[in-house]
């Protein structure tokens, strides 16, 4: 089957930014070739046998051919002895560049891995993890070509080389077994095994043109495709492949009056066929959401046994292609590639408004893709996969969040992105999908929680990663973790010391977020969504990611029974360091903060707005969409429960706290005031504006600290006996009014 993605058609090309560089690269190169092409007349006698040594066969992109000793599909070159007398191959160089021939060497003292006997092949698997053994290389190859050059164990003398061009899955590329300085596409892959003709062409035919590019029209058009003369373009509209027996032939232009899905192949005298192109185009769609059109084979859908929908319970990967617009005005995709597509989510899986786990791997076309999708990040610019949420839970609430569960998911998102909190959340945003063009219904864009999230958002590629109550590894070890946990459990965390040692391995912060976060929510499943990480660096501190949290229990769940009181993995290191006190004030205050501010109600009903009324002319559609298969709640409850919850939760937790640590003290108001230019912090947070009044716990130590602005200095408290210092700290079991005072 063929599942390229659309650009893939065009070769790669060496692009310098001046005349002098490309004439430079131009000599270069011409050397390079010409050493190639007399590389046997070059040689010195006594290396008559390694001048014999040919690059012989490339399968640069691996999707379902030869696998490695661990498994793996993995790219690979074939090395052919073509002389009388073995050659061993340990201490020569592979290498990509012309400029640096020595990147790679092939291990030497290991002569019974590397001695290539006469008339034999040796194959090496270019995966980039040289660690797996003497057969792997630390390059890797690219898809959209390259070049390739074996250079003997100076580093400088060239044995052989090859530029190769664009690669087709587990189509090979080698030399012609009749004529060896030809190069061909070979259909059947024959590692260690002479070239096979068979089954070979001199290339691959170019995919089709497309009179119009993918997006949205406005009225139906006409479209055409084009290739050249001798050839015959195939097509489907139904989402399935072009190798498929009901494919149409192309005779003329296609009429196109409702959203279509046109995937179009070439198949050309003496070519290999050409890779299947795919487009999305809808007709008078109207929406203000970005919209996500995923297309996949049918029979990858529904297939008895192959089908993902009808086997949702069984966890794998199958073909598909991904276009993603962020308007209904976009005339093309912002990003498009064929990639692997599994069903997501857990409880949600039997529904037939299914999640959708998408990942991007080089096999199925690009191994990731660089777009800014987020606008709270920026930066973050490159992924390797993406969570499409149908954000249903259980058997009773629809799938969008003005009568369903998944606002709350996306509050906790809102949350911690206002508290600027040190616990990592999911971007994420609403879409439309389409389905083989068909209307499929609100979803929830989202990050993917794995390696490539901690690369782009923090930037660490070597992490520790544990998850759910087993803590199963993700990522990395749980060496450090366990050492970390069992210190907490056998050392008195009453201890100073002991305390500050805890400070090394965990971002104590980030600690706390989580759990208060999980406090304000009492979710159900915690346990079975929690994930905790750290670089792998000497200083590296275990830090939370909080995902999945919108299973509540109700505002009035006391949820420090629930959680302290429990005895398991997760949990059980809170208890303990909850009895150090600056632990338990740090918790408190942070508590008291986050309420005051980013979770207050009138921040929390805030965020729900925000998030309901981006999706508020869709709803309809959508229960439209699924109103025969799915029990719907009524319109509107789900929004009262969470205002509810959001308005009375901040209190209760407040006194729960006091009644779980029998705290002698009362919820107390803090007001703050500043005269002159600048602000005060309050424990961890800074308010926007003043006056400002936040509710804190009597008993518990409360620090301010005046920060003047630019330009501006601080003169005093207005209360005297705070003293002048700029960072004070207070303990009052009753109201209090405070200034701070800028010159």
Known sequence: MDHGSNDE????????????MRLG???????????CLFIAHSASDNRADRSKLKINEILASNINDVKDEHNEDEDWVEIYNGGEAAVDVGGMYFSDSPKKLSKFQIPTGMS?????PPGEYKLFWFDGEPEEGPYHVSLKLSRKGEALFLTDSDGQTLIDCVRFPLQRNDISYGR???DTDRWLYFKKTTPLEPNNAEESADNVAKGPVYSHEEGFYGSPFELSLSAPSDATIYYT?????????????YTGALTIQTNTIVRATVIRPNHLQSETLTKSFFINEQSNLPVISVIMDPYWLYDEDDGIFTNWEDDYEVPGHIEYFPDNESKTAAFASYMGVSIGGNSTKEYPKKSLSIRFRKGWGKSRIKYALWDSKPNVEKFDGLNIRSDMAGDKVSSHPVSGERIKNEIIYEFAHALNSHVDVQAYKPVLLFLNGKYWGLYTLMERKGIDFIRENHGFKEIDMLSEEDMMVSHGDDVHFDRMRSYIESH??????????????????SFIDYWIFECYSGAHDYEVNIRYWRPRTQEGKWRWLAFDMDSWRAWDHDVFEYYFGEDDEQVVMLPYL????????????????????????????????????????????????????????????????????ASKRPAYLRRAFLNFFTLKGKEIKVKLKVKGQGS??????IPESYPWTGVYLGGIPITLEAKPDEGSSFSHWSTPELGQDSQIEINRMDDVEIEAIFE
């Open 9 to 20: 058609q065009r070769s790669a090309k060496i692009v310098m930014n001046t005349n002098f």
């Open 176 to 178: 012609d077994p009749k």
């Open 112 to 116: 019974r891995h590397t001695n290539i």
């Open 25 to 35: 690269n131009l000599i270069l190169w011409s050397w390079i070739w010409g050493s």
């Open 578 to 645: 909850l009895k150090n006190k600056d632990f338990f004030h740090l918790f408190a205050n942070r508590m008291c903060d986050v309420l005051n501010t980013g979770m207050s109600p009138e921040s929390a009903e805030g965020f729900v707005r925000k998030i309901t009324q981006k999706i508020e002319s869709e709803v309809d559609r959508e229960r439209e969409r699924w109103k025969d298969e799915h029990e719907y709640v009524e319109k509107g409850s789900q929004i009262a429960r969470f205002m509810e919850h």
């Open 492 to 509: 008195d965390m009453t201890e100073p010391n002991h305390y500050r040692q805890v400070q090394k391995w965990m971002d104590v912060l």
């Open 237 to 249: 509209l139904d989402g399935a492949d072009t190798d498929k027996e009901n494919r149409l032939t």
């Open 680 to 685: 005060i912090q309050v424990n961890t947070i």
